[in-house]
């Protein structure tokens, strides 16, 4: 079975810092595009960041310089390091891989065509 697992969130504090996991099973992932996206309640699915098979990142405006994406295939894992948390980032997280090579079009949730099954942060002030 091919599947996406998160794990890593958790309750933070204003200007914390979390390590977000996701780890994919079923096949290997090394020539894939994966990204993050969250999704607050009672508002749309949102990208936050994706990576590319070549490991180039590529991030929403609102997380440059807080947010890192890095992949490790050799364990099949994409990682969020996100640093500086604000009440804004509170969300359920979802990890996504996409069979894209252009990393310009990742932002967009069409372009995913395998989901994992989130992961919720919450950042408290």
């Known amino acids: 079975q091919v599947q996406l697992v998160e794990s890593g969130g958790g309750l933070v504090q204003v200007g914390g810092s979390l390590r977000l996991s996701c780890a994919a099973s079923?096949?290997?992932?090394?020539?894939?595009?994966l990204g993050w996206f969250r999704q607050a309640p009672g508002k749309e699915r949102e990208f936050v960041a994706a990576?590319?098979?070549?490991?180039?990142?590529y991030y929403r405006d609102s997380v440059k310089g807080r947010f890192t994406i890095a992949r490790d295939n050799a364990k099949n894992t994409v990682y969020l390091q996100m640093d500086s948390l604000k009440p804004e980032d509170t969300a359920v997280y979802y990890c996504?891989?996409?069979?894209?090579?252009?990393?310009?079009?990742?932002?967009?949730?069409?372009?995913?065509?395998?989901w994992g099954q989130g992961t919720q942060v919450t950042v408290s002030s």
């Open positions: 996504a891989s996409s069979g894209s090579q252009n990393l310009a079009t990742m932002k967009a949730l069409n372009e995913y065509q395998l």
């Open positions: 079923g096949r290997t992932f090394s020539s894939y595009g």
């Open positions: 990576i590319s098979w070549s490991g180039n990142p």
